[in-house]
């Protein structure tokens, strides 16, 4: 039986932002699998990084998004979008997030 090839065994970790783009649009792994024709174990490794995924699931993955290969994977680390919130020391749990103005439409001045 033939080994599956992870990340290690590639040389280069392929990092990406599945996890955050599946709960921004409330997908579960097994429909993000449907999606793409795989395995929901794989979307699982993919996001752990334990697996990188071919070319063509990469592009089948970008085009479910609706976004640019670069948008979703990576060579390097993603920043993390709440770097600013946070400080080193601070807990998740400390970080305010930033008001959001209400509406002024149909208000007149």
């Not at 970790?13 to 709960?23: D, E, F, S, V």
């Not at 640019?68 to 305010?96: H, I, K």
């Amino acid at each position: 039986m033939r080994k599956a090839r992870t990340s290690e065994d590639q040389g280069i970790r392929i990092h990406n932002r599945l996890a955050m783009l599946r709960a921004e649009r409330g997908w579960s792994r097994r429909e993000l699998a449907e999606a793409t024709g795989v395995n929901y174990q794989t979307i699982g490794y993919l996001e752990r990084g334990d697996y990188n995924p071919s070319l063509e699931l990469v592009f089948r993955i970008c085009g479910i998004f609706g976004l640019p290969v670069e948008a979703v994977f990576s060579p390097r680390p993603f920043p993390r979008l709440s770097g600013d919130a946070l400080t080193s020391g601070d807990s998740p749990a400390a970080a305010t997030p930033h008001a959001i103005p209400a509406s002024t439409e149909g208000n007149t001045p």
